[in-house]
């Protein structure tokens, strides 16, 4: 579950991060705090030896729903 979890991060990240490449205005009015999951996703892509995973699962329940609609509220 753990490892599902973090890959699952890793893949929002990214595609969060492709995102801004190409609509950065639009991205940064419909997701406010998108830097901050793409610079999350570098945290568990690269510093894998200092995750908390009772933040990280803390994280996927609390913060997870919110940012899922945010996702859906985006229009490209």
Not at 45 to 70: C, M, N, V
Request: no cysteine; aromatic share 10%; proline share 3%.
């Amino acid at each position: 579950m753990q490892l599902a979890l973090e890959r699952l991060f890793e893949i929002i990240g990214e595609a969060i991060a492709r995102l801004d490449r190409i609509d950065h205005d639009n991205l940064a009015n419909t997701i406010p705090e998108y830097s901050k999951i793409i610079g999350f996703r570098y945290i568990i892509s690269h510093g894998y030896d200092i995750i908390d995973h009772d933040t990280l699962w803390d994280f996927a329940k609390e913060r997870i729903p919110e940012q899922l609609e945010q996702v859906h509220n985006y229009k490209s």
